[in-house]
């Protein structure tokens, strides 16, 4: 077995990686990869982003680069699934650690960290708060939203009692594309996100689950009231 074969796993399907890394010298490099892939996207976008670029800033060779990724697609696509999965972990951790009140403070808990993730993680809003620039990347942006409505889904059922439905499903994906599409509008002109957008973000998300919620109560009550006639 050859050297590259004893760093390397085999590849899952629909990882943007080439292999995974196995050892710890090998992941720190592919760390180093992604993180000089956010800074360029940052600093130039997408069009100016190539693997030569990111192999100079991160201080690999270039054939390092394409041992992982086989282009500046798949980079792409890597750094949104890690930005997808710290998210995750951070909001995880907030509903771990801290108590709500309701479910519109779990709602406002979210967007804060995905505000703060646009504002501080390098890449994060190159990758999110701007016209989509690589169709093959829509299936990423998607898996974003996904883990938001997932997240407070589990909040809802979990916490707050309510009855778990398609209803429940449809509602929260709509006010998560609805929600994020006005923080889109938050960060197009300014770099930290206008901070009235995002208030507005966070009234929308309510006022609408809020009907959404009142409705399914609505419903539950006349199931239970035609099953005890």
């Given at each position: 077995m050859?050297?590259?074969?004893?760093?390397?796993?085999?590849?899952?399907?629909?990882?943007p990686?080439?292999r995974?890394?196995a050892?710890?010298r090998?992941a720190?490099?592919?760390?180093?990869?992604l993180?000089?892939?956010a800074?360029?996207?940052?600093?130039?976008?997408?069009?100016?982003?190539?693997?030569?670029?990111?192999a100079?800033?991160?201080?690999?060779?270039?054939g390092?680069?394409?041992?992982?990724?086989?282009?500046k697609?798949a980079?792409?696509?890597?750094?949104?699934?890690r930005?997808?999965?710290?998210?995750?972990?951070?909001?995880?951790?907030?509903?771990?650690?801290?108590e709500f009140?309701?479910w519109?403070?779990?709602?406002?808990?979210?967007?804060?960290?995905?505000?703060?993730?646009?504002?501080?993680?390098?890449?994060?809003?190159?990758?999110?708060?701007r016209?989509?620039?690589?169709?093959?990347l829509?299936e990423s942006?998607?898996?974003?939203?996904?883990v938001?409505?997932?997240?407070?889904r589990?909040?809802?059922?979990?916490?707050?009692?309510?009855?778990?439905?398609?209803?429940?499903?449809r509602a929260?994906?709509?006010?998560v594309e609805?929600?994020?599409?006005?923080?889109?509008?938050?960060?197009?002109?300014?770099?930290?996100?206008?901070?009235?957008?995002?208030?507005?973000?966070?009234?929308?998300?309510r006022?609408?689950?809020?009907g959404?919620?009142?409705?399914?109560r609505?419903t539950?009550?006349?199931?239970d009231?035609?099953?005890?006639?």
């Amino acid at each position: 077995m050859d050297s590259v074969s004893r760093q390397q796993s085999p590849r899952t399907p629909g990882d943007p990686l080439r292999r995974r890394p196995a050892q710890r010298r090998s992941a720190r490099r592919v760390e180093r990869m992604l993180d000089a892939c956010a800074e360029l996207l940052d600093e130039g976008g997408y069009d100016a982003l190539t693997t030569t670029r990111v192999a100079e800033r991160a201080g690999v060779a270039i054939g390092s680069v394409y041992q992982f990724f086989p282009d500046k697609r798949a980079l792409s696509q890597a750094l949104t699934k890690r930005n997808v999965e710290r998210f995750a972990a951070r909001v995880g951790r907030r509903f771990m650690t801290e108590e709500f009140a309701g479910w519109w403070d779990a709602v406002d808990a979210i967007i804060d960290e995905y505000v703060e993730m646009h504002r501080t993680v390098p890449g994060f809003r190159s990758l999110h708060f701007r016209e989509v620039f690589d169709l093959n990347l829509l299936e990423s942006v998607a898996d974003t939203n996904m883990v938001i409505a997932g997240r407070l889904r589990e909040l809802l059922l979990a916490e707050f009692g309510i009855a778990d439905s398609e209803e429940l499903d449809r509602a929260m994906l709509v006010a998560v594309e609805a929600g994020d599409a006005v923080l889109k509008l938050a960060f197009r002109h300014d770099p930290d996100g206008d901070p009235e957008f995002v208030a507005e973000a966070k009234r929308l998300i309510r006022g609408y689950l809020s009907g959404q919620l009142q409705a399914a109560r609505r419903t539950a009550g006349r199931t239970d009231a035609t099953a005890g006639a």
